[in-house]
């Protein structure tokens, strides 16, 4: 099946300084991919839908100006958080379409826990 | 109000033993139903999907049922297996595209 990388898949910050996530597709070209964000014992919680070539389309209650997207090729999305704070700990995790016969399969990458001290 | 609901919330089977989850959702129109594992600080992996025209799918020890009328799925899992401890989520798609609805999971947990 189609693989999602994410990396680094944990990080350790102070609070102040930004952090930068990348998700890539390993084996096939995604023109959009997702960003969530899961709390513990919570479902995902989608952040911000990454398209490549313009604007990310951020949901409702999420900072465009504190989770930074871009969208950098046909494989790569990057999520900076910037000023991280504690309240930003959380696991970050990504997903790319993949056409697979008559609908789109969402494929995962493996996540990436972020802790701000 | 969550549009995916799923029942129970954590459940704690011993190896071997089968059981069921269930996923209730209210999203519509109704494109596909999928259910994912997610193992403890990992991704989601897909196990089944199904659309509309589909009311069982199998994928090993998982079997998925899907009643389209009264808009249900049950995920059974049989022999249960210590690595089957994870959480299973259930999403619904509204549409062709890409808006998925989640579930809040259930958690399962085998136990020797």
């Known amino acids: ?117 | 109000k969550n549009q995916v609901e799923q029942s129970p919330q954590s459940l704690i089977i011993l190896e071997g033993k089968n059981c069921t989850l269930q996923c209730n959702y209210t999203v519509s129109p109704f494109s596909n139903l999928r259910w994912y594992k997610q193992d403890t600080g990992r991704g989601p992996v897909s196990l089944t999907i199904m659309t509309f025209s589909e009311n069982t799918k199998s994928n090993g020890r998982y079997t998925a049922t899907l009643d389209a009328d009264t808009k249900q799925s049950s995920l059974h899992i049989t022999a249960s297996q210590l690595s089957d401890s994870a959480s299973y989520i259930c999403v619904v798609s509204a549409s062709s595209g890409y808006a998925l609805n989640f579930g809040k999971g259930t958690s399962l947990l085998v136990t020797p």
């Open chain 1, 1 to 117: 099946g189609a693989v999602v990388s994410q990396h680094p898949s944990r990080v350790i910050c102070k609070s102040g300084t930004s952090v930068k996530i990348e998700c890539r597709s390993l084996d096939f070209q995604a023109t959009t991919m997702f960003w969530y964000r899961q709390f513990p014992k919570q479902s995902l919680m989608l952040m911000a839908t990454s398209n490549e070539g313009s604007k990310a389309t951020y949901e409702q209650g999420v900072e465009k100006d504190k989770f930074l997207i871009n969208h950098a090729s046909l494989t790569l999305s990057t999520l900076t958080v910037t000023s991280a704070h504690p309240e930003d700990s959380s696991f970050y995790i990504c997903s790319a379409p993949k056409l697979l016969s008559s609908y789109n399969e969402q494929f995962f990458g493996p996540g990436t826990r972020l802790t701000v001290l």
